[in-house]
């Protein structure tokens, strides 16, 4: 028990922490694109850490919630650019407030575990396992509620240019994050403890570093390509945009024009690629007839389409016989964006702004999946990237490609664009499958199955891509697994924190019940 630190005291003064919680936070911003310092995620985690050790419980809030504001702010900044201050700070707030709740636990963790595993291993492994696994559980959280959540700032995408990147296809970005805390947990630990020359100690991170550097992508299998056309019309497809009937479908359409006379297998268009709704628009169908003719190849589009009183966004295959195959319809549409969830709340504190967003869409319940003449492709629409069920339910049906559909004119000149490729590109190694992600205005991008770009659009530019684009088979575990891993980190700490401190108050009691030796004066 020698040279441990006591449970219960602070490693920190709060007149530290709290400012360095606040670094910790604008550290993180700098592992995630535009700079894309992945190295950066390492200190900031481990930061983060150190100021919640032996931390109370409203101690630990407020260094939380400093952390989640420092990070999100800067992180989100985007959501700023059109919508103004009001919209980005209620969001940033929020994933703020999440973030102090769920440092709580981990704080409790730091408390708990050191009595109710008192020895080196519960120190140096068991409580580093618990504090990575109990991040992980506030990902999820954040990433699933409210409304569905908000997963954006997942520590395992910050590596998606690092060399822990392919760990992903083993365990699922949840997984590789688990991994990246685990490792700063357990260095603080061995800090903490300076067991540095007692190999049997260190050896756990070392043997944790070796897999995140050596493991491959998992592999799988080789089926051919696809010759993909993909086409970036930089139409003003913004939501404040000023704009003529069919404008965009106008820009799509002379975007299209230099692929005229190549051969491909399907020809993509973006998220909101097509102004009007073509299953109800016989003059927008004739159009889309027409250029499927002139390609010869069918279109893989995405418009908003009505059915009865429901509005849906919405990915179609269309040929120069119309629409042909399965509808998938946007499963996560965006809060406050594509529609208002209990708007009669929310209405009297920003009604102009609330008042913006007239169309109300409906959660499609497709399967993310369309067969192209034989061949799987996987679907996601804008905001579905960032959500492990629409990726991995499209691998489970079969995808052998995925087509993500994309629409960031809103987001002219922020880092969103980017930040929503890195999802796409960490994607494209989870699941070992292409990616073609396109957007009207950039960032659009044909990925391959290990993360590297074969083709790419200037952003802000009008033009196209024809791509053959490799075809994959086979599941990699992060698909299999993958939810079974987010239950047993995400739940699987929570039980474990209620365990440590159940031992722990049982450890005080016995330690309270047991006589002090004779002679101690005691």
């Known amino acids: 028990m020698s040279g441990t630190i006591p449970p219960a005291r602070p490693l920190l003064r709060l007149a530290f922490a709290a400012p360095l919680s606040v670094v910790a936070g604008l550290l993180l911003v700098t592992a995630y694109p535009a700079l894309a310092w992945w190295p950066m995620a390492f200190p900031a985690v481990a930061l983060a850490l150190v100021t919640l050790i032996g931390r109370r419980f409203w101690s630990a809030v407020l260094v939380g919630f400093l952390f989640g504001v420092a990070f999100f702010s800067v992180n989100l900044l985007f959501t700023a650019r059109y919508l103004g201050p009001i919209p980005w700070a209620a969001l940033f707030v929020l994933e703020a407030l999440l973030t102090a709740a769920f440092a709580v636990p981990i704080a409790l963790a730091y408390r708990w575990m050191p009595r109710a595993a008192p020895g080196v291993l519960g120190r140096t492994l068991v409580l580093p396992v618990l504090v990575a696994g109990l991040w992980v559980l506030r990902e999820q959280i954040v990433g699933s509620w409210p409304y569905g959540g908000f997963p954006w700032g997942r520590i395992g995408v910050s590596q998606v240019n690092g060399p822990f990147a392919e760990v992903a296809s083993w365990v699922g970005m949840s997984g590789l994050s688990f991994l990246i805390v685990l490792v700063c947990a357990m260095g603080i630990e061995l800090v903490r403890r300076r067991r540095f020359r007692r190999g049997i100690v260190v050896l756990p991170v070392a043997a944790l570093l070796i897999v995140l550097l050596l493991l491959p992508q998992f592999p799988t299998s080789a089926a051919g390509s696809l010759r993909v056309g993909a086409v970036q019309g930089n139409g003003p497809a913004g939501y404040f945009d000023q704009r003529a009937r069919n404008a965009v479908l106008n820009a799509q359409l002379a975007a299209s024009a230099p692929l005229f006379g190549e051969r491909m297998d399907v020809l993509l268009w973006p998220e909101g690629g097509v102004d009007s709704d073509p299953t109800a628009n016989g003059a927008t169908s004739a159009v889309l007839e027409e250029l499927s003719r002139r390609v010869e190849a069918p279109l893989l589009i995405s418009a908003v389409t009505e059915r009865g009183s429901e509005l849906f966004n919405s990915a179609l295959l269309w040929t120069a016989d119309g629409q042909t195959g399965a509808t998938y319809d946007k499963r996560h549409p965006v809060p406050f964006g594509e529609y208002v969830p209990d708007r009669a ?159 722990a108050l049982a450890r005080s009691r016995a330690r309270k019940k047991t006589p002090a030796p004779e002679g101690t004066g005691v």
């Open 345 to 503: 709340f929310w209405e009297p504190f920003a009604p102009d702004l609330i008042g913006l967003i007239g169309r109300e869409y409906t959660p499609g319940e497709a399967t993310p999946l369309i067969d192209l003449n034989g061949v799987g492709v996987g679907l996601a629409i804008c905001f579905d990237v960032i959500y492990d069920d629409v990726v991995w339910d499209g691998a489970d049906a079969g995808a052998q490609v995925y087509m993500f559909q994309t629409n960031n004119a809103d987001f002219r000149g922020t880092d969103e664009n980017l930040q929503q490729l890195a999802f796409a590109q960490m994607r494209a190694i989870e699941t070992g499958r292409s990616v073609v992600n396109l957007s009207t205005v950039g960032t659009s991008q044909v990925i391959a199955p290990d993360g590297s770009t074969l083709d790419s659009l200037p952003i802000d530019t009008a033009g196209a891509m024809l791509t053959e684009v490799p075809l994959r088979t086979g599941l990699t575990p992060a698909v299999v697994i993958g939810p079974a891993v987010k239950i047993v980190l995400g739940w699987g700490s929570l039980a474990g924190l209620i365990a440590a401190g159940i031992a």
